[in-house]
């Protein structure tokens, strides 16, 4: 472990772009659910309203009927709320899971998500079995971008900060994480496993 730090007693994975991806053409097949012309646009409007959701303000099927109708698609709901479904679970990042839990380090995924992409996560990806706990922006009421995400993760962990180690793609959100007294570590899906046993390994995990 670094010299005079302690041990890491809990780690935290985000989830997209670590521990899942979306399938390729994944944006162009969103966008493709409004007229055409559209889906640019439509896209930014329903990411920005996502938001709402994201913090468990809002139902995610409430957003999405009241974007689609805004496009003038409001058939289109079930479609839109079931390709937001469509996530690739990254093997190798399931691997290390399991290692590092094999050695007896928990770990849990810390990740921006509503209400209905949390529960599929849950139950139909099977993190519910392959992590020890999820911790999401709906249920915390707070998104990454915030040390509050953090510190209510770690108030529920019963660990000092510096006992976890959070592991996200985005600069921002270990910045934040670290701003929370966490440590951090930025790696992503194209950096390859190799790379983030090396980084865990150096924050003196047994991987």
Same mark, same amino acid.
């Given at each position: 472990?670094?010299?005079?730090?302690?041990?890491?007693?809990?780690?935290?994975?985000?989830? #997209?772009? !670590?521990?899942? @991806?979306?399938?390729?053409?994944?944006?162009?097949?969103?966008?493709?659910?409004?007229?055409?012309?559209?889906?640019?646009?439509?896209?930014?409007?329903?990411?920005?309203?996502?938001?709402?959701?994201?913090?468990?303000?809002?139902?995610?099927?409430?957003? !999405?009927?009241?974007?689609?109708?805004?496009?003038?698609?409001?058939?289109?709901?079930? #479609?839109?709320?079931?390709?937001?479904?469509?996530?690739?679970? @990254?093997?190798? *990042?399931?691997?290390?899971?399991?290692?590092?839990?094999?050695?007896?380090?928990?770990?849990?995924?810390? *990740?921006?998500?509503?209400?209905?992409? *949390?529960?599929?996560?849950?139950?139909?990806?099977?993190?519910?079995?392959?992590?020890?706990?999820?911790?999401?922006?709906?249920?915390?009421?707070? *998104?990454?971008?915030?040390?509050?995400?953090?510190?209510?993760? @770690?108030?529920?962990?019963?660990?000092?900060?510096?006992?976890?180690?959070?592991?996200?793609?985005?600069?921002?959100?270990?910045?934040?994480?670290?701003?929370?007294?966490?440590?951090? @570590?930025?790696?992503?899906?194209?950096?390859?496993?190799?790379?983030?046993?090396?980084?865990?390994?150096?924050?003196?995990?047994?991987?």
């Amino acid at each position: 472990m670094p010299a005079g730090r302690p041990a890491v007693r809990a780690v935290l994975l985000d989830a #997209d772009g !670590v521990l899942q @991806v979306n399938p390729p053409g994944w944006l162009e097949t969103l966008q493709a659910l409004v007229p055409a012309g559209s889906g640019e646009k439509f896209s930014e409007h329903l990411f920005e309203a996502e938001q709402a959701a994201m913090t468990g303000r809002r139902s995610f099927r409430d957003v !999405v009927a009241e974007v689609l109708d805004h496009w003038g698609a409001p058939e289109r709901a079930d #479609d839109l709320v079931d390709h937001y479904h469509h996530i690739e679970v @990254v093997s190798d *990042t399931a691997e290390v899971v399991r290692d590092l839990r094999g050695a007896g380090v928990p770990v849990h995924l810390a *990740t921006n998500q509503h209400d209905l992409r *949390t529960a599929y996560m849950r139950e139909e990806l099977g993190y519910g079995d392959l992590l020890d706990s999820t911790f999401t922006s709906c249920e915390l009421g707070v *998104t990454k971008d915030d040390p509050a995400f953090f510190g209510r993760v @770690v108030e529920q962990l019963g660990l000092e900060p510096s006992e976890v180690l959070h592991v996200d793609d985005k600069d921002r959100f270990v910045e934040a994480a670290r701003a929370a007294g966490l440590r951090g @570590v930025v790696w992503a899906v194209d950096d390859g496993p190799d790379a983030l046993r090396e980084r865990l390994r150096a924050e003196g995990l047994p991987i």
